[in-house]
């Protein structure tokens, strides 16, 4: 949670923010309700063509991001990361929806 004057805003493990200003209990609540499932749920990566591809998110920390293409779980395809600088963009790492 990040204070803003006299509330704060709830900001996500991928250090993007989650609602306008609200009181604590608010705050708290979004961040208990997004959990750290949400790391676990399958990302598109924008590249540097403007495609996109599936991964999902390795490791992340305040200051940067790693994410690895999906491979299905194949342990002879070969491991391809990208590392995104800290926030990272919704425009360009989001979330896959269905």
């Known amino acids: ?14 250090g993007r923010p989650r609602t306008g200003v609200v009181d604590s209990s608010a705050a708290r ?6 959990g750290l ?10 590249q540097d063509d403007g495609t996109w591809i599936r ?3 390795a490791e992340v ?3 940067a991001v790693r994410v690895k293409k999906e491979d299905w779980g ?3 395809s ?8 800290f926030p990272v963009a919704e425009k360009r790492l989001r979330e896959l929806t269905r």
């Open 61 to 63: 920390s305040p200051v």
């Open 29 to 34: 609540d979004t961040l208990e309700e997004l």
């Open 55 to 57: 991964v999902r998110i």
């Open 78 to 85: 070969p491991q391809v990361y990208f590392s995104l600088a």
């Open 74 to 76: 194949d342990m002879r």
């Open 1 to 14: 949670m990040e204070p803003v004057g006299e509330g704060f805003v709830a900001v996500d493990l991928l």
């Open 37 to 46: 499932s949400s790391l676990a749920n399958p990302y598109e990566l924008q």
